[in-house]
């Protein structure tokens, strides 16, 4: 139990294309989905946390108006990377949770290289 | 603001032998710690998981322990196998929103 899905796992493209990325949980409804972000040898930085049917609140220094996060439903979560440069490219992965004190499930997370 | 520090980076042993991981953190007010396991390319599989009122926790050949008090866990591997080869990550719950904080991972390479 308890599977995320992330999808695409793997995108390249162009610098200054918009790029979707879904997180699905497939098996409960998550109340709660974080999205992260890891560069090479680095650690997960958490970017923002999107909870149903509100707003996402981002961390210091994230963009909100680069990097769009929708949670429309309980069990999608889509984050779009708005005229993605190449300092973009970078490893993102998502997680979900049933609510704000139960354990994350993570998604295999989405490579994203801009060229 | 809290930190996590993970010792080593990198880590290579001979199969069958048992070694330790080291996870610190600076703020010791945490909610519980959890220790992952991530393949090349791949997302989190979480391992073990500690309450801040638990010392330890075991999973098959894996032990995590946790001082609080101290600012420190570790995840104690018995019998090491090349499967075992991964990046390990601790990360840790301040207790507000869920918000985890994660290492930096010691990437291990267990050789055959």
């Known amino acids: 139990g308890a599977v995320v899905s992330q999808h695409p796992s793997w995108v390249i493209c162009k610098s200054g294309t918009s790029v979707k990325i879904e997180c699905r949980s497939l098996?409960?409804?998550?109340?709660?989905m974080f999205w992260y972000r890891q560069f090479p040898k680095q650690s997960l930085m958490l970017m923002a946390t999107?909870?149903?049917?509100?707003?996402?609140?981002?961390e210091q220094g994230v963009e909100k108006d680069k990097f769009l996060i929708n949670h429309a439903s309980l069990t999608l979560s889509t984050l779009t990377v708005t005229s993605a440069h190449p300092e973009d490219s970078s490893f993102y992965i998502c997680?979900?949770?049933?609510?704000?004190?139960?354990?994350?499930?993570f998604g295999d997370g989405t490579r994203l290289s801009i060229l | 603001k809290q930190e996590v520090t993970q010792i080593p980076a990198a880590l290579s042993v001979p199969e069958g032998e048992n070694l330790v991981l080291n996870c610190s953190f600076t703020?010791?007010?945490?909610?519980?710690l959890q220790w992952f396991r991530q393949d090349p390319g791949k997302g989190l599989t979480s391992l073990l998981l500690?309450?801040?009122?638990?010392r330890e926790q075991t999973s098959g050949r894996l032990n995590a322990s946790l001082d609080k008090s101290s600012g420190r866990s570790t995840l104690y591997i018995a019998a090491s196998q090349p499967g075992d080869s991964a990046t390990y990550l601790c990360?840790?719950?301040?207790?507000?929103?869920?918000?985890?904080?994660f290492g930096a991972g010691t990437i291990l390479r267990v050789k055959s």
């Open positions: 999107s909870n149903e049917g509100s707003k996402a609140t981002y």
């Open positions: 703020d010791s007010a945490i909610y519980n």
């Open positions: 990360a840790v719950d301040p207790g507000y929103g869920n918000k985890l904080v």
């Open positions: 997680s979900a949770s049933l609510d704000t004190n139960q354990p994350q499930h």
């Open positions: 500690i309450q801040s009122s638990q």
């Open positions: 098996d409960f409804q998550a109340t709660t």
